[in-house]
């Protein structure tokens, strides 16, 4: 059974930086894409970013691009996203998700992917 479970959220003021990261029990997230997705208050989930596993390729949301990036460390199994310039509109609860076959992030693309961590929360303000 596939477990992912997201940390590193936390309180932070505008401008700020936080580094997520996401690791798994049952499966090793090297093979298997990983998106990053986000739901605030009020709003329908939104995906934020997303690494292929094929050869790593990375995406992201309109919203976070040139603030965002998204990175692995194989050897920890470990998916890390990496938030600079925090916006009071960032903040929500941030999950870490993966599908059960394929190698994409069209899944990601399309809104959904199979599998879901229980989320880490994200605030930016003064």
């Known amino acids: 059974q596939v477990q992912l479970v997201e940390s590193g959220g936390n309180l932070v003021q505008p401008g700020g930086s936080l580094r997520l990261s996401c690791t798994a029990s049952g499966i090793e997230l090297a093979n298997y894409p990983i998106g990053w997705f986000r739901q605030a208050p009020g709003k329908e989930r939104a995906g934020v970013s997303c690494i292929t596993s094929s050869d790593n390729t990375p995406y992201y949301g309109d919203s976070v691009k040139g603030r965002f990036t998204i990175s692995r460390d194989n050897a920890k199994n470990m998916v890390y996203l990496q938030m600079n310039s925090l916006k009071p509109e960032d903040t929500a609860v941030y999950y870490c998700?993966?599908?059960?076959?394929?190698?994409?992030?069209?899944?990601?693309?399309?809104?959904?992917?199979?599998?879901y961590g229980k989320g880490t929360l994200v605030t930016v303000s003064t």
């Open positions: 998700a993966t599908d059960a076959f394929g190698s994409s992030c069209v899944n990601w693309a399309y809104g959904g992917m199979d599998y």
